[in-house]
């Protein structure tokens, strides 16, 4: 069983950064692939990134070219970091990991075992 926790999340102005962590319980978070999802109000959860047990990365168009992922395995942590933020960017985001796991669909919500809390963030127009 893991435990995910996420921090970091805030209120922002647009044009700002924000970097999120989500710290893992559990002693082999290198062979998890990690993700990142987020729901804004009245909307389904959506993909947002994802990062792999060999840091191959993956991003939603929506968050390309302005987000990075990232993991440190020594700290059992993957971090989010956003960047040139808009208000579109509202939500509640949420860590998603699955155990060595291998497969394509790394943007479905289904293909991922443990999810943490949300930690919300908020960027003003």
């Known amino acids: 069983q893991v435990q995910l926790v996420e921090s970091g999340g805030g209120l922002v102005q647009a044009g700002g950064s924000l970097r999120l962590s989500c710290t893992a319980s559990?002693?082999?978070?290198?062979?998890?692939?990690m993700g990142w999802f987020r729901q804004a109000p009245g909307k389904e959860r959506e993909f947002v990134a994802a990062?792999?047990?060999?840091?191959?990365?993956y991003y939603a168009d929506s968050v390309k070219g302005r987000s990075a992922i990232s993991r440190d395995n020594a700290k059992n942590t993957v971090y989010l970091q956003m960047n040139s933020l808009k208000p579109e960017d509202t939500a509640v985001y949420y860590c998603?990991?699955?155990?060595?796991?291998?497969?394509?669909?790394?943007?479905?919500?289904?293909?991922?075992?443990?999810w943490g809390q949300g930690t919300q963030v908020t960027v003003s127009s």
């Open positions: 559990g002693r082999t978070f290198s062979n998890y692939r």
């Open positions: 990062i792999t047990r060999w840091t191959i990365t």
């Open positions: 998603a990991a699955v155990l060595a796991y291998s497969g394509s669909d790394y943007y479905s919500q289904s293909a991922y075992s443990y």
